[in-house]
């Protein structure tokens, strides 16, 4: 049986990009043949995070956009990383046997040391914690704890997979076979983009919000760069940011229509309008279901508990079995 796990580091408030890439992907996968575990990183999180209060309205925002764009709590383990306290005791022994050269060529970690490099930094190290090194094997021992078949994910974690591959091989190699090798699943090979062109992050401060009203919707559409071609004028929608963004969600129907009202020289104000529209519709239903879940944070908490306590039927006993295999046992 396929058993399927995919988590998301609550490092920003959900995004249009984190719903077409991460969220939506991940629920499209699952179907009743498969078992499923979908979580919220928040011991990842903290890495980034380093405001407390963030942190947990960070955590609770990405666990009620899933949970809005239609995860359902019955049929998935739905948890938060920091209930499962297996994973963080499993990181430790993976990291015994673990080469530490195999997170040096990590790219997270790499980009962090280029980057002191870059700076003239003397200690090429500065600044970079431990947790960000050992990132990609807390995210092994994520995928290894349940003992994941396979993991949806970005093309840019597809590096994690191999990593934690790696590491799964060389615990079957050494203790036995006891982990699957697990795969990486890549469904979306094109990169959602932001309002200025390049990828959309958190980081870049371009980012078109999943969660916020209609209003705030409409302002960060209406920022989507275009250039200075006046109405009337053919437009070209080859490269054209705001039809990037467009056909990242739209039907091939929608996105036929509007490559023909590029043509037809439609203003930038009105094209953005009809972007606008379309995605205000598209996200209605999860926008509703979202101020449901807002006022009942409560009942988001019982979710999560009880995602933790399904998951730990599996991981407790998983790790009781490990520790066997290494050589950790009651007399
Ligand atoms: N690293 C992933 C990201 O930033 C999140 C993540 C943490 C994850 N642990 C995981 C994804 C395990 C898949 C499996 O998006």
Not at 64 to 89: C, H, K
Not at 317 to 328: N, Q, S, T, W
């Amino acid at each position: 049986m396929k058993r399927i796990l995919t988590g998301i580091t609550p490092s920003g408030y959900p995004h249009l990009g984190n719903y077409i890439g991460a969220i939506k992907p991940s629920l499209d996968l699952l179907d009743e043949k498969c078992e499923s575990f979908l979580f919220i990183a928040d011991l990842h999180a903290v890495i980034k995070v380093s405001d407390p209060n963030k942190l947990e309205e960070l955590s609770t925002a990405i666990a009620m956009a899933w949970l809005a764009s239609g995860l359902d709590p019955n049929t998935t383990s739905f948890y938060r990383q920091s209930d499962v306290p297996e994973i963080t005791e499993l990181a430790w022994l993976l990291s015994c046997i673990t080469e530490k050269g195999l997170l040096n060529r990590a790219h997270a970690y790499k980009a962090a040391v280029d980057q002191n490099n870059e700076s003239g930094k003397k200690e090429m190290d500065e600044g970079i914690s431990l947790g960000l090194f050992s990132y990609p094997l807390l995210m092994a021992s994520d995928i290894l704890t349940p003992n994941a078949t396979h993991v949806p994910v970005g093309k840019d974690q597809q590096q994690h997979l191999e990593i934690t591959r790696d590491i799964a091989e060389k615990f079957n190699s050494r203790y036995g076979k006891f982990f699957n090798v697990p795969e990486a699943v890549i469904q979306n090979e094109k990169t959602v983009l932001g309002t200025d062109g390049r990828k959309m992050s958190k980081s870049y401060n371009n980012i078109i919000p999943l969660l916020s009203n209609e209003k705030e919707l409409r302002k960060s559409v209406m920022k989507i760069v275009t250039n200075s071609q006046e109405p009337g004028e053919k437009k070209e929608w080859k490269d054209n940011t705001l039809f990037a963004i467009y056909s990242s969600f739209a039907s091939v129907e929608k996105q036929e229509n509007m490559k023909n009202l590029f043509e037809d020289g439609i203003g930038w104000g009105d094209a953005k309008q009809k972007v606008f529209e379309d995605l205000n519709q598209m996200l209605l239903p999860i926008r509703e279901k979202f101020m449901e879940l807002s006022n009942n944070k409560k009942f988001i908490e019982e979710i999560l508990k009880s995602g933790a306590e399904k998951v730990r039927l599996q991981t407790v006993p998983a790790l009781k079995e490990v520790k066997k295999l290494v050589g950790i046992s009651r007399l």
